[in-house]
């Protein structure tokens, strides 16, 4: 299998606290109560039929609710929140997995324009050297309404190759690479468009981005990295994650080729010679095992560094735009993509990332980040408030940086420091949580 390499990260958020300022609360939810047993339950909603649901179904003390049913706690998609949300009065136990507008940093134009503007406000108020370290994502441009900043920056580098990607669309859908002003025109004619970007079209923008020309590559294959961050400001980065790769080996000669360009699964499982078996993703442990044992130590922690600079400052970027709400928190999927200078390039955040598994170790590792991520919300009320880590996650920021316990603060300022996060490590999360954790109700301690 050829390999080039973006990577997966998952990252728990919620702008209040995500651990729901559990000592305020513990004990005290009004869940409905099990005649039989005596016991709080949380009443659950769940839109989505894929793992997230069976994580539910199998929580102690936890009863699904159907249709229009009394619900404690709701994982919703996007859809439901958009029709409901405004309209629906939630008492102050309650939670709900998404913010009302998550957009602002999940839509690929929005995205781009609110990290343009923080990047803006760094340089202004602290120096173009703080500024720097926002340089992480590539050069963007929202169509139609940037048009002509396109076309200027286009002629500065003639022969360079741009990707054309619909702004709230995921799954590799409605995109494709380009190197000529031509073929942009083209693509707004009805005749040369495939049906599905005609309807993208129709119906909302698309964003021109630089495209990565020297990915890093693993056997000769393009690699994209998936983590998860668990957001609200307190935020949460979870340990697993994985890599994923194209089934094509890289080449610049065709930028046809969706399989060697884009490494989402939902494209790569449609190739001809897709293993189901194998399938198209590495663990982040091992991707990160492969990448010491090439790069060395050192450099591998420089680059997962980048990787925290990435996370704190995306966040960042919306802190002041997102509408706080002490009922949501959020599950955010980030998509890396590393070049061979091994630089991490943020391509795109994800607010519903793929639950799906596309083999049993994936089923395994979501059912665990699902699994934590319930422990962070904690609607039990068994966690203090002061934790630094539960399960997988790691505390990486609380309404400032999270140093690890063997660092010295003093010397390290909030732009260059040691996070309290271990991406790519020993994911010994049971363990941490038969300690961490009183029992659910019920149940005797572990």
């Not at 997102?322 to 999927?333: P, R, S, T």
């Not at 962070?376 to 505390?395: A, N, P, Q, S």
Request: hydrophobic residues 30%; neutral net charge; charged residues 30%.
């Amino acid at each position: 299998m050829c390999i080039v390499c973006s990577c997966k990260v998952y990252i728990n958020i919620d702008l209040i606290s995500s651990t729901l300022q559990t000592s305020g609360y513990k004990g005290s939810y009004d869940y409905s109560k099990s005649e039989e047993e005596g016991r709080s339950l949380v009443r659950f909603k769940c839109g989505l039929l894929n793992t997230i649901q069976d994580v539910l179904r199998q929580r102690p003390g936890w009863v699904e609710v159907k249709d229009e049913g009394e619900w404690d706690f709701n994982w919703c998609d996007v859809g439901w929140l958009r029709e409901n949300f405004d309209h629906s009065y939630m008492e102050e136990h309650v939670r709900i997995n998404h913010f009302r507008n998550h957009y602002e940093l999940t839509r690929k134009n929005l995205m781009v324009k609110n990290l343009k503007r923080y990047r803006k406000n760094q340089e202004r108020d602290v120096g173009r050297l703080e500024a720097s370290k926002c340089d992480f994502f590539p050069c963007t441009f929202a169509l139609p309404s940037e048009y002509h900043l396109f076309v200027e920056e286009f002629k500065r580098s003639p022969g360079s190759t741009w990707i054309m990607k619909p702004v709230a669309k995921s799954q590799g859908k409605g995109i494709f690479l380009f190197r000529k002003l031509k073929d942009i025109m083209d693509w707004k004619k009805d005749g040369t468009r495939s049906e599905e970007q005609k309807d993208a079209a129709q119906v909302e923008s698309y964003v021109a981005q630089r495209y990565i020309e020297n990915p890093y590559l693993i056997n000769g294959n393009k690699l994209n990295e998936n983590t998860f961050t668990y957001v609200p400001l307190k935020a949460w980065l979870y340990r697993d994650g994985f890599g994923r790769f194209s089934s094509t080996r890289f080449s610049l000669s065709s930028i046809d080729d969706k399989y060697m360009h884009l490494t989402n699964v939902a494209v790569q499982k449609t190739a001809p010679d897709y293993d189901p078996e194998k399938g198209c993703k590495w663990q982040m442990q091992q991707l990160r095992r492969y990448l010491t044992a090439k790069h060395g130590r050192e450099t591998v922690e420089t680059l997962f560094t980048e990787m925290d600079n990435i996370f704190v400052r995306s966040l960042q970027s919306v802190q002041k735009v997102i509408i706080n709400d002490k009922h949501c928190f959020e599950l955010y999927g980030y998509d890396i993509l590393l070049d061979q200078n091994l630089k991490p390039w943020l391509i795109e955040v994800n607010a519903s990332p793929s639950y799906t598994p596309s083999s049993q170790e994936d089923y395994e590792m979501k059912c665990r980040l699902l699994e934590d991520t319930l422990n962070v919300v904690d609607m039990e009320g068994r966690l203090t408030g002061k934790e630094k880590r539960v399960g997988g996650y790691d505390l990486m920021w609380n309404d400032g940086p999270i140093y690890r316990e063997d660092v010295n603060v003093e010397t390290f300022g909030s732009s260059c420091f040691t996070a309290n996060t271990h991406l790519g490590c020993v994911n010994d999360r049971e363990k941490q949580l038969r300690w961490l954790l009183k029992p659910f109700p019920g149940q005797k301690r572990m």
